[in-house]
């Protein structure tokens, strides 16, 4: 029959069901270099990398909006006295990243350093690499806060931070989802002392008693002065009445302060006590900031910098700095100069900025996943992962034998992915991508791309008339995701629209998948034998030459098969078929909804566990009932039917008609208008297996087990046969819908 079901739908299944995945892989990259007040609205679902390229220090940085944001390497120093935040992140839908941002407020009077907001959407908040110095606030004016959350947040992780403040460290209220436990991990945080009036240092400030904070405190320090405000605002690691979990031990908790030395221990649960010389007061709740030590900023010479155990972020200048990583997450920015950075254990992030630059990485699954951040054009060196391309020049980037993710700058970029299974993002120039070996996905971004995979089975991400794909002959099993209507090229074997407009998709001369949205599409498969799957409108579908098969999804849909042997999945009153009169081969209709065969359709299948109604034509159809209590109505041509699952009713009209009983499937089946000529035939049974007859009544015997079925009109033994069970082009239909049902 021509019906290859296993080979057609297993890819097709895997990459359809993928179609809203890789959009989610390629982050916008947006250029925030430029001064003054700089303000990105984006839309919840699309993510975003903004990175300063250039050397300007901008008034206030504020994003809106996005569903994964990171921001990368951004210098704010705002200078006007107003209350908003030097860097403001609201409504993001699920993550925000901050790493490498350098704030000083020095100038700025009262306000916060960074302000977070997720509304609604209780977004996981990132923060490491950081700084956020000269932050000043009073108890009587504005509460200045080094990091302030006005709400929604999912969880927050601060790590290799400085922060310097004469108020607030880190103040979160009821910020944290009080639906379930939160969660708050501070390593390495230091939060250190600022001059100013009314001082009223406190590291960390949360809750009033409503929720339960799974906490974890790593190498914490305060370093603070004795408070102004006697002992009910003194010095504070811990404040509010917040129950803690998973506090880790004290030693991980050091206070630093002038005159006095003071002892934390953890109690159960949590609960903290502490005591100390001097004017300070300590509450049970939560808190945490970084350790001083483990951040470290170079001077105009060559220097030395060493992390601490925990992991560091290390700024060298102008000079040839090694700078010599931890067993953490660290970030290494030699600056200037011809630099050395050793990033040793941990997922690292290298600042690269010069050809003399020299990264030295840990090989294996020890030495973390790694990234190189270059404003030059690189090549990866051995065991770091990713590579992301800063500034507005035309660079170049090139990956290794790893699984690579390079992601290009502003400008047009040749982004080489090499041996392995590698993502290459563009961004706003007319980039040329080369995967290379291995399974790649490759999405140019805004502008004219060229793209090519070379060897494996390659993901290609289109949404410009300029792009280009270029596939090698025999290069895998390649898909484009299409934002545009597009035709697809030689060697490319299957296509997903995506976004929300009307556009349109054809294929090529193999066996392609074509996938529409959920707009009104029109899908043509041309040549080969295809599988077309329509999305949410009123899809038009042509399969062209080919045993094709055809799925309008939801929505009234129009489908044509063209010639070879067919299917039609059907779930909509709406659904209209066109079939060939000649050379239209065998078709079949599978259907969840009642259905009559229209002309030059030949078989029908009903799928799922309603009682369904199933009508044949004038030709010789093959009927089959889906798990319900189904009616069939076989009219004229020599048919056969058989009513599957349930107590079903059988017609089979005018013609020799066969109805086929299996085993397990039998029982309480009804024959309406048995004939001479017709036949009975039961699939499946034993070798031992017998019929007995009480007038109208049937019962099948089987190794002890009766099935009974009743058969209308004149019989006799010689109407009725045991075969093998055989499937039939019907099931093979049936079967290729369930296998789709994703």
């Known amino acids: 029959m021509g019906y290859n079901v296993p080979v057609k739908t297993k890819f097709s299944a895997a990459v359809a069901a993928s179609v809203t995945a890789p959009p989610s892989l390629a982050p916008q990259v947006i250029n925030t270099s430029g001064s003054g007040r700089q303000v990105y609205t984006l839309s919840n679902v699309q993510n975003a990398v903004l990175v300063q390229t250039g050397s300007e220090v901008r008034e206030r940085l ?29 409504n993001t839908a699920r993550s925000v990243t901050i790493e490498g941002v350098r704030i000083d407020n020095a100038r700025a009077g009262e306000h916060d350093g960074i302000g977070l907001d997720g509304g609604e959407f209780r977004p996981d908040v990132v923060i490491r690499a950081t700084s956020v110095r000269n932050v000043r606030g009073s108890y009587e004016g504005f509460h200045g806060d080094v990091i302030q959350s006005h709400g929604g947040l999912g969880s927050l992780t601060v790590t290799d931070f400085v922060g310097t403040t004469n108020y607030q460290g880190i103040f979160l209220g009821d910020a944290i989802d009080t639906k379930a436990p939160g969660i708050v991990n501070l390593d390495n945080v230091y939060m250190g002392y600022a001059d100013g009036p009314n001082r009223f240092p406190v590291l960390l400030w949360l809750g009033n008693g409503s929720s339960t904070i799974e906490t974890s405190l790593t190498n914490v320090t305060l370093d603070s002065r004795a408070a102004s405000r006697g002992s009910d605002f003194g010095a504070k690691i811990f404040s509010g009445e917040t129950l803690l979990k998973g506090v880790r031990n004290a030693g991980d908790v050091r206070y630093d302060r002038v005159g006095g030395d003071a002892t934390i221990s953890f109690g159960d649960e949590g609960a903290v006590t502490a005591t100390a010389e001097g004017d300070y007061d300590w509450k049970a709740g939560l808190a945490s900031a970084l350790d001083v030590e483990r951040v470290q900023w170079g001077s105009s010479r060559g220097e030395l910098l060493v992390a601490g155990a925990a992991g560091a972020g290390l700024f060298g200048n102008a000079g040839a700095d090694t700078l010599r990583g931890s067993a953490s997450h660290d970030y290494l920015d030699g600056g200037a100069g011809a630099d050395t950075m050793i990033g040793g254990l941990g997922d690292d992030v290298y600042v690269v900025d010069s050809l003399l630059d020299v990264i030295v990485e840990t090989p294996g699954s020890d030495g973390g996943h790694d990234t190189v951040l270059s404003s030059i054009s690189y090549r990866l060196g051995d065991h770091v992962e990713n590579l992301q391309l800063t500034g507005a020049n035309a660079l170049d980037g090139w990956g290794n034998a790893l699984d690579n993710v390079i992601v290009g700058g502003l400008g047009a970029n040749s982004l080489v992915g090499g041996a392995g299974n590698d993502k290459l993002y563009g961004a706003e120039g007319n980039d040329a991508l080369d995967g290379d070996d291995g399974n790649d996905l490759l999405d140019g971004g805004i502008g004219a791309d060229v793209m090519r995979g070379g060897a494996g089975d390659d993901t290609y991400m289109v949404d410009d008339s300029g792009d280009q794909v270029v596939e090698d002959q025999g290069g895998g099993v390649d898909a484009v995701f299409a934002s545009i209507s597009y035709t697809l090229g030689g060697d490319v074997e299957h296509l997903v629209l995506t976004g929300a407009k009307a556009i349109d998709a054809m294929g090529n001369q193999f066996d392609n998948l074509l996938v529409g949205n959920d707009a ?102 093959v009927l089959s009932g889906g798990a319900g209590n189904d009616v069939l109505l076989g009219q004229a041509g020599n048919d056969t039917l058989n009513g599957g699952a349930g107590s079903d009713q059988l017609w089979g009209g005018s013609g020799k008609d066969t109805f086929v009983f299996r085993a397990g499937e039998a029982q309480g089946d009804h024959v309406f208008d048995f004939a001479k000529g017709d036949k009975l035939v039961f699939q499946g049974f034993g070798s031992g297996a017998y019929v007995t007859r009480v007038g109208a009544e049937l019962s099948i015997h089987d190794d002890g087990k009766v099935e009974t079925i009743w058969v209308d009109g004149p019989l006799s033994s010689a109407d009725w046969s045991f075969t093998a069970l055989d499937h039939n082009a019907a099931d093979l239909a049936r079967a290729a819908a369930d296998y789709l049902a994703w």
């Open 62 to 90: 504020y994003v809106i909006g996005g569903g994964d944001v990171t921001i990368l390497g951004t210098d704010i120093r705002p200078t006007s006295h107003d209350s908003s935040s030097a860097l403001y992140v609201k």
């Open 520 to 621: 009104v599409n029109t899908l043509k498969g041309l040549i080969g034998d295809d599988t077309l799957l329509g999305g949410g409108g009123d899809d038009v579908l042509d399969g062209g030459w080919g045993d094709d098969l055809l799925d309008g999804g939801v929505g009234a849909d129009r489908m044509t098969g063209g010639s070879g042997n067919d299917i039609y999945l059907v779930d909509n009153a709406g659904d209209r078929i066109i079939e060939w009169a000649s050379k239209g081969g065998i078709d079949t209709v599978v259907s969840s909804i009642d259905y009559t065969l229209q002309d030059n359709l030949e078989n029908l299948a009903l799928r799922g566990s309603r009682d369904l109604v199933g009508s044949g034509n004038k030709g010789n159809n």
